[in-house]
C-alpha cells in the first residue's frame, strides 16, 4: 500500500490564486520530505528539501517567496504555490524517506493547472 | 555538478527481455535508484544499488558497477503493463542531503 500520501491530486483555478499541496507520510516519521516538480516529458525537477522543524532549502532558480513549504510535523509537509500563474501549471509531486539508507517514496502528485 | 544519460526510448516484444543502461558522471555517489513512471502517474519504487554487483527483485534486476559510473535495470519476461517510462536516479549524501537527481528517463514501449 501506499506509503506517502499526497492532496489534492487535481487542481484548476484561476491565475492570482493561492494553492496549497499536503504531503504525509503514512505509517513512519519522515525528517525529511521532498518536493519536486514535472513538465510535460521531462523528467522530475528538485524543487526544495523539506526538514521538519527547520527552513526548506530551495534549489537554485526556486522562488522561496512563490513556492512556500512548511514541514511542521514528522509526518507533514505542505507546499503552497503563492499568486499562480498558468507557467506554475505542472505536475507537483512530493516524496519521503524514513531513514537515510532507504529509497524515497513518492506521493501520488498533483496536477496543477492555472487558467 | 551531475550528469546522468539514458537512453530517451526504447521497444521490446511481449514476453522479451529489455535491458535499460544509465551512465553516471557524480561526486558523493550514495547509491543508485530505479523508478517506474506510467503516464500522468508519479514515479514507483523498483531497485536500488548502493554497492556493486547485481540485485534481483522478481522479474527486474539492477546492476550497478560504480568504477564505470554504470547501471542497467533489466526486465525479464515483458508484459504489456511494463510499458512506461523508467527513471535512473542518483542519489548524493553531499552536505547530508540525501539528494536524488533524476536521469530524463527512458520511455519504454512493450509491443505485442
Known amino acids: 500500500g501506499a506509503v506517502v500520501s499526497q492532496h489534492p491530486s487535481r487542481v484548476i483555478c484561476k491565475s492570482g490564486t493561492s494553492v496549497k499541496i499536503e504531503c504525509r507520510s503514512l505509517?513512519?516519521?519522515?525528517?525529511?520530505m521532498f518536493w519536486y516538480r514535472q513538465f510535460p516529458k521531462q523528467s522530475l525537477m528538485l524543487m526544495a528539501t523539506s526538514n521538519e522543524g527547520s527552513k526548506a532549502t530551495y534549489e537554485q532558480g526556486v522562488e522561496k517567496d512563490k513556492f512556500l513549504i512548511n514541514h511542521a510535523s514528522l509526518t507533514l509537509s505542505t507546499l503552497t504555490v503563492t499568486s499562480a500563474h498558468p507557467e506554475d501549471s505542472s505536475f507537483y509531486i512530493c516524496?519521503?524517506?524514513?531513514?537515510?539508507?532507504?529509497?524515497?517514496?513518492f506521493g501520488d502528485g498533483t496536477r496543477l493547472s492555472i487558467l | 555538478g551531475q550528469n546522468i544519460d539514458q537512453p530517451t526510448e526504447m521497444t521490446a516484444t511481449e514476453g522479451a527481455i529489455v535491458q535499460i543502461n544509465c551512465t553516471y558522471q557524480?561526486?558523493?555517489?550514495?547509491?543508485l535508484f530505479w523508478y517506474q513512471q506510467h503516464a500522468g502517474e508519479a514515479p514507483t519504487f523498483l531497485s536500488y544499488?548502493?554497492?556493486?554487483g547485481l540485485e534481483e527483485k522478481g522479474r527486474f534486476s539492477s546492476f550497478l558497477s560504480r568504477s564505470k559510473g554504470y547501471s542497467y535495470l533489466l526486465l525479464k519476461e515483458l508484459q504489456m503493463k511494463d510499458s512506461a517510462s523508467y527513471l535512473c536516479?542518483?542519489?548524493?549524501?553531499?552536505?547530508?542531503?540525501?539528494?536524488?537527481?533524476f536521469g530524463k528517463g527512458t520511455k519504454l514501449s512493450v509491443i505485442p
Open positions: 516524496s519521503a524517506m524514513f531513514s537515510r539508507d532507504q529509497p524515497q517514496h
Open positions: 557524480t561526486s558523493g555517489f550514495n547509491g
Open positions: 505509517d513512519f516519521q519522515a525528517t525529511t
Open positions: 544499488n548502493v554497492l556493486d
Open positions: 536516479a542518483v542519489r548524493n549524501s553531499g552536505a547530508g542531503s540525501y539528494q536524488l537527481t
